[in-house]
């Protein structure tokens, strides 16, 4: 096992467009982190330049206490599974899976060993004399990991190995990835677009922009504490909406209706005009549901919801607001680049399904103002985001990832040569 360090990485392509453009990552060891980000941002180029299948144009790549930018793939001791993962259709399940072992000329006894290991750790024991098209999606996508984990790589490496089975596959196979990292302890990055994948498999997650890192944190600090505009609106489904705002003394004057700020954030934008108030949609609530102490505690707008969905276990409202037009067109390219289908200028709010709210009323919202963020609408920066709760989740993070290696670490097994001696 070992670290992955990135330091100043840079990749350009042929045509000279910076792909990944100096991006700085620490991977610690036995770290399960994830790459995200909108399509083209770089995630698979940066992947691919740690384990080698394509050059580093600047910056240093370090695995463990060695620099690899030199070294090649077969030497650097990774594994990496494909989104498109190739099985040999006419070996058996066992000899997919010992493939690696069979390349490294290991001797019989030891493929057998690790095999079954392998194989039981992935349930896979009872289909070992299978042929892989005899196997359903999701058995296939597990012999692609035997393959990549058979061989106790010092790293794990995965390029969205998920994306080609269907939603329901693809929830149990989430959890047994996370089960078996956990487990094998071993240092991992998982590059995905999916929001579920992003927010419950890794210790950390690292969001891409253009090839450049933004925020690198817990799920919940990217959740809660974003840093930036771009990181606030990708993180989180249905995005945080975003109300141009301007400042006045101590609170904001939103199309919604007026915010109260806090001294700390009411400081942090003190002699700002217009600025972007974030919100996201679980901090609003239908008026008649909350109870006076909580209604004391943020604000009531009137609003006229245009649509409303229904969903069980809560109520979306859509609902439409006003906006200076260059803001509206800012939010608009955001929401582009988010891949959103989300409207801008209309807000999503989810609410108790207990909600009788109808499309076409106008109604009370209360809104959890203590909440929100507040962004610059030329840089996007989060100007009123708290280190110090920042600080609080790194330290909560810390503790439980540490908590279940101690619980859940598989003691590293003495090799029999080593034994023996
Ligand atoms: N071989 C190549 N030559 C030139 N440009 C490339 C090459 N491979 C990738 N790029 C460009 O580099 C950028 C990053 O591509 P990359 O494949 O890393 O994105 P990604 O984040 O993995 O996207 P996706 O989510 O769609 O897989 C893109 O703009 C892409 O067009
Ligand atoms: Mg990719």
Same mark, same amino acid.
């Given at each position: 096992m070992a670290a992955i360090t990135m330091k100043n990485i840079v990749k350009q392509y042929g045509d000279g467009f910076?792909? @990944?453009?100096?991006?700085?990552?620490?991977?610690?060891?036995?770290e399960f982190m994830i790459l995200v980000g909108p399509s083209g941002c770089g995630k698979s180029t940066l992947l691919r330049m740690i384990v080698g299948l394509e050059d580093i144009t600047s910056g240093e790549m370090r695995i463990a206490d060695r620099v690899v930018n030199k070294i090649a793939p077969r030497e650097r001791n990774l594994s990496m599974v494909f989104q498109n993962y190739a099985l040999y259709p006419h070996l058996t399940v066992y000899e997919n899976i010992a493939f690696p072992l069979r390349l490294a000329k290991k001797p019989d006894d030891e493929v057998a060993r690790r095999v079954k290991e392998t194989a039981e750790l992935l349930e896979l024991t009872e289909h070992l004399e299978r042929k892989?098209?005899?196997?359903?999606?999701?058995?296939?996508?597990?012999?692609?990991?035997?393959?990549?984990?058979?061989?106790?790589?010092?790293?794990f490496l995965f390029d969205e190995p998920l994306s080609n089975l269907d939603a329901k596959l693809r929830g149990q196979m989430r959890t047994e990835?996370?089960?078996?990292?956990?487990?094998?302890?071993?240092?991992?990055v998982y590059v995905t677009h999916d929001q579920t994948e992003a927010m419950t498999l890794g210790?950390?997650?690292?969001?891409?922009?253009?090839?450049?890192?933004?925020?690198?944190?817990?799920?919940?600090?990217?959740?809660?504490?974003?840093s930036n505009l771009?990181?606030?609106g990708f993180i989180g489904s249905?995005?945080?909406?975003?109300?141009?705002?301007?400042?006045?003394?101590?609170?904001?004057?939103?199309?919604?209706?007026?915010?109260?700020m806090d001294e700390r954030k009411a400081a942090a934008v003190a002699g700002r005009? @217009?600025?972007?108030?974030?919100?996201?949609?679980?901090?609003?609530?239908?008026?008649?549901?909350?109870?006076?102490?909580?209604?004391?505690?943020?604000?009531?707008?009137?609003?006229?919801?245009?649509?409303?969905?229904w969903l069980g276990n809560e109520l979306y409202a859509y609902v439409p607001y006003e906006a200076p037009e260059d803001l509206a067109a800012q939010l608009r390219d955001l929401s582009r680049e988010l891949d959103s289908d989300q409207l801008r200028t209309q807000a999503v709010v989810a609410l108790d399904a207990a909600s009788m709210i109808n499309a076409g009323d106008e109604t009370e919202l209360w809104i959890d103002t203590g909440r929100a963020h507040v962004f610059d609408p030329a840089t996007g920066e989060n100007l009123?985001?708290?280190?110090?709760? @920042?600080?609080?989740?790194?330290?909560?993070?810390?503790q439980a990832r540490q908590a279940q290696q101690r619980a859940q670490r598989i003691e590293p097994e003495t090799d029999a040569t080593t034994a023996a001696d």
């Open positions: 910076p792909a @990944v453009n100096d991006v700085s990552l620490d991977v610690q060891d036995g892989p098209a005899n196997l359903s999606g999701g058995q296939r996508q597990r012999v692609a990991m035997g393959r990549a984990i058979v061989r106790q790589a010092d790293a990835i996370a089960r078996l990292q956990k487990r094998l302890g071993v240092t991992t210790d950390r997650v690292a969001v891409l922009r253009r090839g450049v890192l933004q925020q690198v944190g817990s799920p919940r600090e990217l959740y809660e504490e974003p771009f990181v606030a249905p995005s945080m909406n975003f109300l141009p705002a301007t400042v006045a003394d101590g609170h904001l004057e939103t199309p919604l209706g007026r915010f109260e005009d @217009v600025v972007l108030v974030g919100i996201r949609p679980e901090h609003f609530e239908d008026a008649s549901l909350v109870s006076d102490e909580k209604r004391a505690r943020g604000a009531v707008v009137r609003a006229r919801v245009d649509v409303t969905e009123t985001r708290d280190e110090e709760h @920042v600080a609080k989740l790194g330290r909560r993070a810390d």
